[in-house]
């Protein structure tokens, strides 16, 4: 069992720039498809990015192309996200995850796809 912690969250201006790190425990995190997804106050959870195992291929949403990019380090057992020209839009609480299944997807990554979450990070953007 992979146990996830976030952390780089907190308050910025719209427009400014924040890291979120993803620290994974366990042996198993280099071959697990790692995501972010994020949750904004009265809406659902929804898919952000997401990495696989040997971080060579990534999926961002359309609404956070051009400003979001993931990333992980294998031999730190972690995965980021940094988010550059942040919008008041993209405050929400953000999740990490890691998806024991070894296939790609190739289609837009649901909640249920992903196996471990942590228990999320606080972004908020102000205007």
């Known amino acids: 069992q992979v146990q996830l912690v976030e952390s780089g969250g907190g308050l910025v201006q719209a427009g400014g720039s924040l890291r979120l790190s993803c620290e994974a425990s366990?042996?198993?995190?280099?071959?697990?498809?790692m995501g972010w997804f994020r949750q904004a106050p009265g809406k659902e959870r929804e898919f952000v990015a997401s990495i696989s195992p040997t971080g060579r291929t990534t999926n961002h949403a359309d609404s956070v192309k051009d400003r979001f990019i993931i990333s992980r380090d294998n031999a730190k057992n972690t995965v980021y996200l940094q988010m550059n020209a942040l919008k008041p839009e993209d405050t929400a609480v953000y999740f990490c995850?890691?998806?024991?299944?070894?296939?790609?997807?190739?289609?837009?990554?649901?909640?249920?796809?992903?196996?471990?979450w942590g228990q999320g990070t606080q972004v908020t953007v102000s205007s």
């Open positions: 366990g042996r198993t995190f280099s071959r697990n498809t």
């Open positions: 995850a890691a998806r024991w299944q070894t296939n790609w997807l190739a289609r837009t990554p649901a909640q249920s796809d992903f196996d471990s």
